[in-house]
Nanobody, 120 residues
Framework: QVQLVESGGGLVQPGGSLRLSCAASGNMFSCYVMGWYRQVPGKQRELVAIITDDGNVNYADSVMGRFTISRDNPKNTVNLQMNSLKPEDTAVYYC??????????????WGQGTQVTVSS
């Protein structure tokens, strides 16, 4: 019912920057929390950053000071600006959103994932 579409992943050198974007689409929905998670093969998915509809944010310690999450509520998008990228940031990044439609209870939605590779 709510679809998340990601863009912006790719290959970048250490110290470089990337900007990920995620657009939510659907009918009469509101996403209270949106954010980004990442996963490396053989490891569990971990939280990178989340942001609420009123602007509260939370970052993983490993990205604090380097990544910035933001959202555009009228456009139902969430962005992740990634600076000073390190090889250990290499992962598949997934957009996540907790959204409700009308009076229906909120549900958890995931994007398809976008590969971020930091390498020389």
């Amino acid at each position: 019912q709510v679809q998340l579409v990601e863009s912006g992943g790719g290959l970048v050198q250490p110290g470089g920057s990337l900007r990920l974007s995620c657009a939510a689409s659907g009918n009469m929905f509101s996403c209270y929390v949106m954010g980004w998670y990442r996963q490396v093969p053989g490891k569990q998915r971990e939280l990178v950053a989340i942001i609420t509809d009123d602007g509260n944010v939370n970052y993983a310690d490993s990205v604090m000071g380097r990544f910035t999450i933001s959202r555009d509520n009228p456009k139902n998008t969430v962005n992740l600006q990634m600076n000073s990228l390190k090889p250990e940031d290499t992962a598949v990044y997934y957009c996540n959103a907790q959204c409700s439609q009308g009076t229906i209870l909120p549900r958890n939605y995931w994007g398809q994932g976008t590969q971020v590779t930091v390498s020389s």
